[in-house]
């Protein structure tokens, strides 16, 4: 193998060693199709390089969740900072967002939410919700 497949290879197991879905949830999934967990730990690595933060308070047995730290706020309604799950039930095909102090659930296939996640980082309490259409 080349110099150049190895560090590939070197950085990916470095990648896969500092997963940030702990051993615990990715151990519950496991009854789970190999081909989703495999997506579900690529998720994770690439929000989580976005600087989107695994919820181990919020995560179990029925959804994973993120949520993104510089939304954060004091808000009198909704969540205090925007946050995103992927539920079990639905094979983590969907992605729901709930933008910081708001209720609203808004559903996103993975591509989608990789179109729009610019506006969902971007997005404070009380400014405009984004477009999404």
Do not use: C
């Not at 080349?2 to 060693?17: N, P």
């Not at 296939?109 to 405009?128: C, K, N, V």
């Amino acid at each position: 193998m080349s110099k150049r497949g190895d560090a590939k290879k070197a950085r990916r197991k470095k990648r896969q060693s500092a997963a940030r879905v702990p051993a615990v949830i990715m151990d519950q999934l496991a009854a789970i199709p190999d081909g989703i967990v495999a997506d579900l730990a690529e998720f994770d690595e690439r929000i989580t390089a976005r600087g989107w933060t695994f919820d181990e308070e919020e995560s179990n047995d029925d959804y994973a969740v993120w949520f993104f730290e510089p939304s954060g706020a004091e808000v009198a309604d909704g969540l205090p900072v925007t946050s995103l799950w992927l539920d079990a039930a639905e094979d983590g095909a969907i992605v729901r967002v709930v933008l910081v102090g708001t209720t609203a659930q808004h559903p996103f296939t993975h591509p989608q939410l990789f179109a729009h996640l610019d506006a969902i980082e971007a997005y404070r309490d009380g400014s405009p919700v984004p477009d999404f259409g």
